[in-house]
């Protein structure tokens, strides 16, 4: 059985971009913008057989679609980003959709419906993207983004407030 990998999504009142950060040169970033498009256009492939299927797994890959391709639009987005909070926010973007993909890609996996080799390499690349995306915003940030328990207890503790 696959893991889901860690939580890493950034609280709303968290996306505040130090100032002392700053963008990796975008030299640092070309290879990984590079890797993110692929990754999308692998996602793409595998939704075009998995959409071969009738029913749950045709489904299944609509929303494994959707989720896929945005993935390398928004780290193409966040290069792009005209300062250090927009892109921020393209990455965040980013890390969402791939977690995404690596849910709707476990999904497939354990439930029995469709467990291919070509799908296990897809949730392996696309774990692997996920923990690119959460250092890189852990760098931007200065800090690390709050995961798994630590972020619920923030969550519950902002609800309390209420």
């Known amino acids: 059985m696959l893991d889901e990998p860690e939580d890493t999504t950034i609280p709303e ?4 971009v130090p100032e002392e950060a700053r963008l990796p040169h975008p030299a640092e970033l070309a290879g990984f913008a590079e890797r993110s498009f692929y990754f999308s256009v692998h996602v793409v492939s595998a939704c075009e057989y998995l959409q071969r299927n009738s029913g749950v797994v045709r489904a299944l890959a609509a929303n494994l679609l959707e989720a896929g391709a945005a993935v390398g639009s928004h780290v193409k987005e966040a290069q ?11 990455y965040t973007a980013a890390l969402r959709e791939c977690r995404k993909v690596v849910y709707w890609l476990s999904l497939l996996i354990n439930s029995g419906v469709k467990d ?3 799908l296990r390499g897809l949730h392996a690349e696309g774990s692997a993207i996920a923990k690119v995306l959460s250092k890189l915003l852990t760098d931007l940030l200065g800090k690390e983004p709050l995961v798994g328990k630590k972020r619920d207890l923030e969550i519950d503790s902002e609800l309390r407030k209420l």
């Open 116 to 118: 291919e080799p070509s």
């Open 80 to 90: 792009a980003a005209p300062g250090l909070q927009e892109a921020t926010e393209r």
């Open 13 to 16: 009142g968290s996306r505040r």
